[in-house]
């Protein structure tokens, strides 16, 4: 009689945890981009996999503007969970395009944030990073904006409560879930119009304000560290912080003027030994912490994932 009662009792708190307070939303039991840990750490003190111009994604190795091999959903399982792309226009309709959109179209922007949105919709517990650029300064309000709303991401993005945030002010990757609002999107110039201009409560942020980024498009392999685009007024180590860690190299024999991504050592660049080593020569300017983005190249290549897994402690 007893031990049915203390059963009894068993059971009770099994399906009624509130009695002791340990009542956690379902969204926990699976954990925040797949983690537990990571539900209570904060969104600048997370490391996450990038893809470098993830749009410009082909299978083909004479797709010589290709820097990635796999497709966006594909890209979202290999746990990539920061997007970088470049935005152009195609007909006054903003795409994301590689330099130019002749040499490499990726389609709009509205179609490529619909497949994103459908992957957020079907993984509730993920948070996810936008870093997009605009290197023709194209009207954030005329063609970034409406590519947001018309897609159905606007809801789920990210309004600080003030801007620029520090890298230790922000929300936890467990409150962004539970607020809805689990997708940062920068861009990194031409922001009403100017590189820094920043009105309060918008939903897409100054890259360059919160996130210093090192060399980009590097042709060395050893990836030597520096602060190389950052702004006013954050110090670099009050900022996230990305290392770019994608491999340019003279592709074409004899055109040494035209540098792509390197597919060839991939593997290398890629792999556990040369994110790391990269990660840590960041160090001097991020007060030891590790980077926030890791951003690659050819992310079915090597080991990025499993790198990420070891900067955040995992
Ligand atoms: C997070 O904090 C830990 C402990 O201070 C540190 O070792 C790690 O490098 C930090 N990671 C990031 C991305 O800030
Ligand atoms: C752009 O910035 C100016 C000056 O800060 C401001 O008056 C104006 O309302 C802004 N325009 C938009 C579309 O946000
Ligand atoms: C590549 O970077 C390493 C480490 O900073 C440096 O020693 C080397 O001289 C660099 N190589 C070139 C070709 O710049």
Same mark, same amino acid.
């Given at each position: 009689?007893?031990?049915?009662?203390?059963?009894?009792?068993?059971?009770?708190?099994?399906? %009624?945890? +509130?009695? /002791?307070?340990?009542?956690?939303?379902?969204?926990? #039991?699976?954990?925040?981009? $797949?983690?537990?840990? &990571?539900?209570?750490?904060?969104?600048?003190?997370?490391?996450?996999?990038?893809?470098?111009?993830?749009?410009?994604?082909?299978?083909?190795?004479?797709?010589?503007?290709?820097?990635?091999?796999?497709?966006?959903?594909?890209?979202?399982?290999?746990?990539?969970?920061?997007?970088?792309?470049?935005?152009?226009?195609?007909?006054?309709?903003?795409?994301?395009?590689?330099?130019?959109?002749?040499?490499?179209?990726?389609?709009?922007?509205?179609?490529?944030?619909?497949?994103?949105?459908?992957?957020?919709?079907?993984?509730?517990?993920?948070?996810?990073?936008?870093?997009?650029? %605009?290197? +023709?300064? /194209?009207?954030?309000?005329?063609?970034?904006?409406? #590519?947001?709303?018309?897609? $159905?991401?606007?809801? &789920?993005?990210?309004?600080?409560?003030?801007?620029?945030?520090?890298?230790?002010?922000?929300?936890?990757?467990?409150?962004?879930?539970?607020?809805?609002?689990?997708?940062?999107?920068?861009?990194?110039?031409?922001?009403?119009?100017?590189?820094?201009?920043?009105?309060?409560?918008?939903?897409?942020?100054?890259?360059?304000?919160?996130?210093?980024?090192?060399?980009?498009?590097?042709?060395?392999?050893?990836?030597?560290?520096?602060?190389?685009?950052?702004?006013?007024?954050?110090?670099?180590?009050?900022?996230?912080?990305?290392?770019?860690?994608?491999?340019?190299?003279?592709?074409?024999?004899?055109?040494?003027?035209?540098?792509?991504?390197?597919?060839?050592?991939?593997?290398?660049?890629?792999?556990?030994?040369?994110?790391?080593?990269?990660?840590?020569?960041?160090?001097?300017?991020?007060?030891?912490?590790?980077?926030?983005?890791?951003?690659?190249?050819?992310?079915?290549?090597?080991?990025?994932?499993?790198?990420?897994?070891?900067?955040?402690?995992?």
């Amino acid at each position: 009689m007893q031990l049915s009662l203390r059963l009894a009792a068993f059971i009770a708190i099994l399906y %009624n945890s +509130d009695v /002791l307070g340990l009542s956690l939303p379902m969204r926990r #039991a699976s954990g925040c981009n $797949g983690h537990v840990e &990571l539900c209570e750490r904060p969104y600048g003190n997370t490391t996450f996999l990038g893809s470098h111009d993830s749009f410009a994604f082909s299978g083909n190795p004479l797709a010589l503007a290709r820097t990635q091999e796999v497709d966006i959903p594909n890209q979202l399982k290999l746990g990539v969970r920061m997007l970088q792309a470049q935005g152009h226009l195609n007909k006054d309709v903003l795409h994301f395009c590689h330099t130019s959109c002749s040499l490499f179209d990726g389609g709009p922007v509205e179609k490529y944030l619909k497949t994103v949105k459908k992957f957020l919709d079907e993984n509730p517990n993920e948070v996810m990073t936008f870093v997009f650029t %605009n290197p +023709d300064n /194209l009207d954030v309000e005329k063609y970034w904006k409406p #590519a947001f709303d018309k897609s $159905g991401m606007t809801p &789920l993005l990210y309004v600080p409560s003030s801007t620029p945030m520090k890298r230790d002010d922000w929300p936890t990757l467990g409150e962004m879930i539970e607020s809805g609002q689990r997708v940062i999107a920068f861009l990194d110039k031409g922001i009403n119009g100017t590189d820094s201009d920043q009105p309060d409560g918008s939903f897409i942020l100054p890259e360059f304000k919160m996130v210093w980024e090192d060399t980009f498009s590097s042709t060395n392999s050893s990836f030597p560290c520096k602060v190389d685009r950052t702004e006013q007024p954050l110090q670099p180590t009050d900022q996230l912080n990305m290392i770019n860690h994608n491999l340019n190299a003279q592709v074409i024999p004899f055109v040494p003027s035209v540098l792509l991504s390197d597919r060839l050592n991939a593997p290398k660049t890629n792999g556990m030994i040369s994110i790391l080593a990269h990660a840590n020569g960041c160090t001097p300017f991020t007060d030891g912490r590790a980077p926030n983005f890791v951003l690659l190249d050819y992310v079915n290549i090597g080991q990025g994932m499993e790198a990420v897994n070891q900067l955040n402690g995992f």
